[in-house]
């Protein structure tokens, strides 16, 4: 039999064949959750797209983002099928706080502002996501802070995950604007 080619996930179409062959990495996976807290399903997003090629052999990059500047964040909200990631520079970080929910359950939330150089956003985690924050941002090395906020829904303000200083371009592009300029953080 001869050999399938790769398929782009954007050129599937399953009334045509159902054998593909498909070349990606996950790059997001978060569990669906009910109202009542159980698990109803898997969500992963997928890039096939081939970004370089080092040594002859084929990468897809490890973290995939389609940035919005935090202006336009309520433009994205209006888009229900879309998931943003944003960059900003993390200032104004509040202790993580504790409170009982109506069910008497511990939780947590932290509260924090992050800002593009134009525009600011307030920002919430809650739960483990708040954990894990409070924690990195007090590990971090490397200052200014900038965080990467992934998989936003915009209209649920819900995040799936955040980077803190990745090894990533974006990053790199905002430290460097915040060198240039000599902008400070109010």
Not at 20 to 35: G, M, N, P, S, Y
Not at 64 to 88: P, Q, Y
Not at 91 to 120: A, E, G, W
């Amino acid at each position: 039999m001869a050999e399938i080619p790769y398929q782009m996930i954007s050129n599937l179409r399953p009334q045509t064949t159902t054998a593909w062959r498909l070349k990606v990495r996950v790059t997001r996976i978060w569990q669906a959750i009910d109202r009542q807290g159980e698990t109803v399903g898997i969500n992963l997003i997928f890039v096939d797209e081939l970004l370089f090629v080092a040594e002859g052999v084929d990468y897809i990059q490890r973290h995939v983002f389609h940035f919005t500047d935090l202006s336009a964040i309520m433009d994205a909200a209006r888009e229900s099928n879309f998931l943003t990631d944003v960059v900003g520079i993390l200032q104004q970080v509040q202790p993580i706080s504790t409170y009982r929910n109506k069910y008497n359950q511990l939780k947590y939330s932290i509260q924090f502002t992050i800002n593009d150089m134009h525009t600011s956003a307030q920002v919430i985690f809650y739960d483990e996501m708040a954990q894990s924050f409070d924690q990195e941002v007090h590990d971090a090395g490397q200052h200014p802070i900038i965080v990467i906020i992934s998989s936003v829904k915009a209209r649920l303000i819900q995040a799936i995950r955040f980077f803190i200083n990745l090894n990533h371009e974006a990053v790199k592009d905002l430290r460097d604007a915040l060198r240039l300029t000599n902008w400070r953080l109010h």
